[in-house]
């Protein structure tokens, strides 16, 4: 199974921006859903942004205009664009896809 490995988190103030990045161990052209999910603190885990083979995107509510993510088949690198952000952003990013394992996420703080 093609397993995942998250990347870029880091500290930003309100406002700004992240992009995390997904590397697959293989080829990510065959994989029918790909998401981003996150868990904050004593919070359980949500999906924030999925894309679906042929490009379909779906995004929660709260992250909706905000967030963008894609998928670059040349690199097998999903990517999740993150602008305006706030604190309640703040939390461990995981990327995944139905048959991969959860991996070690990244993490996102949003504060001033």
């Known amino acids: 199974q093609v397993q995942f490995v998250e990347s870029g988190g880091g500290s930003v103030q309100p406002g700004g921006s992240l992009r995390l990045s997904c590397a697959a161990s293989g080829s990510i052209l065959s994989i029918y859903f790909m998401g981003w999910y996150r868990q904050a603190p004593g919070k359980p885990r949500e999906l924030v942004a999925a894309?679906?083979?042929?490009?379909?995107?779906n995004y929660a509510d709260s992250v909706k205009g905000r967030f963008t993510i894609s998928n670059d088949n040349f690199k097998n690198t999903m990517y999740l664009q993150m602008n305006s952000l706030k604190p309640e952003d703040t939390a461990v990013y995981y990327c995944?896809?139905?048959?991969?394992?959860w991996g070690q996420g990244t993490q996102v703080t949003v504060s001033s």
């Open positions: 995944k896809s139905t048959a991969s394992s």
């Open positions: 894309i679906i083979r042929g490009g379909s995107t």
